[in-house]
């Protein structure tokens, strides 16, 4: 009896034949290409949401006020950025727990209670800023902002609640495009390069205090709490193995190097033209943006409000996240980008509450975006010590880090850049506290 | 059970209010003060305590159990006025409650789901002092977080019992402490994956060593379900004649795809190792596309002649040894060795005895070429209201069967393939 195959059947059949193809089920197609995505991750993501409307702002006016004359700070605060964010990466690699959850289980529920509260006060204000820098960045286009942040809270919601931790991190990767602006604006303004090239290797200080605010609150500005939260939570949930440790860490540093060179075109753009043509107050991202326009001309203007809403949109998306990683870590509720509501309550509430409030004071007319900034700006500063002092008693405990803790001159250096980095954010809360 | 009885269930006392509290002698004299409660896992039933951590004159020292009259709230009171002290020591089995437990993961058995220890509630039972259970609310947390004189009155709230939890101890510093996990077989292997998915990889490989030390058999059905990300890195730090050991209790095909995962020079040392039988199937496997119906397949099946007796083929049914999902129906070939049509089991059951298959035989079944693309299997078995679907090359004869669960699992969408196991009671 002939066996009856389907009409369809038929043609597979006539097709190359059944002959198995031997190398197919082998093919190690996958590793290749992640190999080339790998340099572009997590810490690209975290440094770069720094470089969001309150960090243009301090740039823009570090640029205006002294020219090139902040540029060797950028050189020192690149070396630490890059090393908390790269300790921060490999804590998640080797411990496969987010730094909420790792200050739980060593140091208690207290402690972590402490950060968690900080964590969200902070957030919730860097969340409305950066809602009002995409108003303002497209507001300098002629959308109203009524319009445009509403659009723009739905579409970061959507990214993060309805699609997967790789998809949501290949879009953050996106918002990172618009950063080349800022190299194309500085170019535009006609710097002068031997100056600038002086500027960072010749440290030139000023006396007086408002200098030295500067130097604190552009150091406080690049490096912030929420960078190390969410780059180890990232490395946890993108599931990073101890054989990729070392990748890990080159992205974290070279994220926080990009990072920091689109902050110094910031300043060089700004030095070449608002300082040198006396502009020397710049209050907002926009503001910088508005200012450029005389001197360096419409693209000027444009390019900077592309950076800037790139820039918002990326820290709009990252800091309820991050915040969100903190709370369901240190709480213990499930957690996970692309997770739906039923699967992790809390996690995706705190997200939604978070994104619908910062859209929404963000809308409100005249609100009043610098002392927001003020109390946020405090509030980190109280976090940041005990973000990094933790960071670095992790980071070296050989209890949690086994073999792969900081030791000897590492975690010298460590400590050093922990003391400095938070004394200077305890002296600007002081100063911003009181008013100074 | 008397009425007495049930209402005299032992007051609970939190380790957060024994923790901190003096150390007094049987006259109530301070002498120091409380760091941590020693426990013993590992036994059935609850952790008995054995012993305190504690600080006299600045000194932390050991204290058995056996030592002290009583304890609650107001401290850990001595049975003699004299004080014996040890120094302290890590003994197998033993824990820390305050440093190894509170604040950190435990499994929740019942709801098969991690959940954070909030508190943990000790009690007088059975003749000695007990942990009782895991705190894992807001009303733990909260008591903890409150100045101690007020989070005393938050009254205890509902907590886990210990026989459902199962705390992790691989970061307890104890030469290879290995508490087994007795509870976690209780779990259906997917469930036991999905913990290990949501755990960090040192609780991971924390749960797959317990699940391996009590049951082989379970460790390779765990394997099974965990996705490919998971199998790569636990199967990396094995050396090659354990993987083996794993694959060879794995269906053929499912060894077939963890052998894909694995890096390339290791492929071969680890086929040599595997039992002939199973290395004959499996390597033939690896030769098909993951994405066709080659990579899909199961190559256990039974093909029987048309001309064999119903009450044989049950028979065959019956010896083989095949997984029930694997063998829903029975095939037949034609005199010429090739593939002729199936029986569902079913039918089989239901028919005369005495008649052979070929009465039986179902003709317009279709079978598919080892090419043939997923898509195309689904709408064929819908088609045809299939639950398996030969898979024969091109002279007809049959080199496998695709069955219905491992096409759903290929073809969920990604979304759909979500852990919705740890989400307890939401």
């Given amino acids: 009896m002939a066996v009856r195959v389907p009409p369809v059947m038929r043609r597979f059949r006539s097709a190359v034949g059944g002959r198995p193809r031997l190398p197919a089920r082998l093919s190690p197609r996958r590793t290749r290409l992640f190999a080339f995505v790998g340099l572009l991750g997590p810490g690209l993501i975290a440094a770069n949401a720094g470089n969001d409307a309150g960090g243009v702002a301090t740039y823009s006016s570090a640029g205006a006020k002294y020219g090139y004359d902040l540029l060797w700070l950028m050189v020192l605060i ?84 309805r699609g997967s931790y790789r998809s949501a991190e290949r879009v953050f990767i996106a918002f990172t495009i618009p950063f080349f602006a ?14 600038v090239g002086k500027a960072i ?20 500005t690049t490096i912030t709490p929420y960078m190390q939260l969410y780059l180890q939570s990232a490395v946890v949930e993108r599931g990073a193995r101890e054989d990729e440790l070392a990748r890990e860490e080159r992205e974290a540093v070279s994220g926080a190097v990009f990072a920091n060179l689109v902050a110094a075109f910031i300043i060089i753009a700004t030095g070449a033209t608002l300082f040198t043509h006396g502009v020397h107050e710049i209050s907002s991202a926009a503001g910088a943006a508005r200012a450029l326009k005389p001197f360096a001309g419409h693209y000027a203007e444009a390019l900077f409000g592309i950076g800037l809403l790139g820039a918002s949109l990326l820290a709009a998306a990252i800091v309820p996240i991050a915040t969100s990683y903190v709370i369901s870590e240190s709480l213990g509720y499930e957690k996970g980008i692309g997770r739906r509501r039923e699967e992790a309550p809390v996690f995706v509430n705190v997200i939604t509450t978070m994104i619908i409030l910062g859209a ?27 973000n990094l002092f933790f960071i670095w008693r992790l980071a070296r405990s050989p209890h949690v880090m086994g073999a792969r803790r900081s030791r000897g001159l590492a975690d010298l250096v460590t400590a050093i850049t922990v003391t400095v980095l938070s004394a200077l954010s305890l002296v600007l809360v002081v100063v911003t506290a009181t008013g100074a | 059970m008397s009425a007495v009885n049930a209402t005299q269930a032992p007051p609970i006392l939190h380790l957060s209010s024994v923790v901190g509290s003096p150390l007094r002698d049987s006259a109530g004299e301070r002498l120091g003060k409380v760091e941590d409660v020693i426990v013993r896992l590992g036994g059935a039933g609850y952790p008995p305590i054995t012993g305190f951590l504690v600080r006299v004159a600045g000194r932390p020292s050991f204290l058995g159990v056996e030592r002290i009259s009583d304890m609650g709230p107001d401290g850990v009171v001595l049975r003699t006025e004299k004080l014996d002290l040890r120094h302290f020591e890590r003994r197998p089995e033993e824990v820390l409650l305050k440093r190894d437990l509170l604040d950190r993961q435990l499994i929740n058995v019942e709801g098969a789901r991690l959940v954070r220890a909030n508190e943990i509630e000790l009690a007088h039972a059975g003749g000695s002092w007990r942990v009782v259970g895991v705190d894992t ?36 510093p104890t030469v290879r402490l290995r508490v087994p996990h007795p509870k976690l077989a209780k779990l259906h292997p997917a469930q036991i994956a999905d913990l290990v998915e949501a755990a960090s990889r040192r609780e991971g490989e924390e749960i797959i060593q317990a699940v391996g030390d009590d049951d082989r058999e379970l460790e390779a ?79 256990d099946f039974i093909l029987l002649a048309g001309t064999t007796a119903v009450s044989e083929a049950l028979r065959e049914v019956q010896e083989s040894r095949i997984a029930p999902e694997l063998l829903t129906s029975v095939f037949v070939r034609g005199a010429d060795g090739s593939l002729e049509g199936s029986v569902p089991v079913a039918a089989l059951l239901r028919a005369e005895r005495g ?72």
């Fill in chain 2, 221 to 299: 059905d765990v394997f099974e379900e965990l996705d490919d990300q998971h199998q790569r890195e636990f199967l990396e730090d094995r050396p090659d004649a354990q993987v083996a050991a794993i694959l060879s209790r794995m269906a053929p095909d499912d060894a077939a795809d963890i052998i894909g995962e694995l890096d390339e020079e290791r492929r071969e040392p680890v086929l040599a190792l595997l039992p002939v039988r199973h290395r004959v199937k499996v390597r033939a496997l690896l030769g098909y596309d993951p994405a066709e119906a080659g990579g899909l397949m199961s190559p």
């Fill in chain 1, 360 to 386: 929404f004071v963000a809308m409100i007319p005249g609100v009043p975006v610098i002392s927001l900034l003020v109390g946020v700006q405090v509030v980190n500063g109280l976090l940041l010590p005990i």
């Fill in chain 1, 78 to 161: 690149t070396l630490s950025l890059g090393i908390v964010q790269m300790l921060a990466a490999r804590m998640g690699v080797v411990t496969g727990k987010g730094l909420a959850e790792l200050i739980r289980e060593e140091y208690g529920i207290r402690w972590s209670m402490l950060a968690t509260s900080a964590v969200l006060v902070a957030s919730l204000g860097i969340c409305i800023s950066d809602f009002v820098g995409v108003g303002a960045a497209l507001g300098l286009a002629g959308i109203p902002a009524q319009a445009s942040v509403p659009v723009a809270a739905l579409g970061i919601w959507l990214i993060i609640v």
């Fill in chain 1, 182 to 195: 800022y190299p194309i604006a500085a170019i535009l303004a006609h710097p002068h390069w031997g100056a």
């Fill in chain 2, 355 to 426: 008649s052979g298959l070929g009465a039986v035989v179902k003709h317009e079944v279709p079978c598919v070429p080892p090419d043939a693309p997923f898509e195309e299997i689904a709408r064929l078995m819908a088609d045809y209201n299939l639950t398996a679907i030969p898979v024969a090359d091109e002279h007809d004869a049959m080199v496998g069967v695709v069955t219905v669960d491992d096409l759903l699992a290929a073809m969920l969408p990604r979304s759909w393939r979500r852990r919705f196991g740890l989400l307890g009671e939401d």
């Fill in chain 2, 137 to 172: 609310g807001p009303r733990g947390g909260l008591r903890r977080l409150l100045p101690k004189g007020l989070g005393a009155h938050i009254a205890t709230g509902e907590f886990l019992d210990w026989a459902g939890v199962e705390p992790f101890v691989g970061h307890v």
């Fill in chain 1, 201 to 220: 290797v010749a440290p030139h200080l000023h006396a007086g205090s408002s200098y030295l605010l500067l130097v604190i609150a552009t150091a406080g």
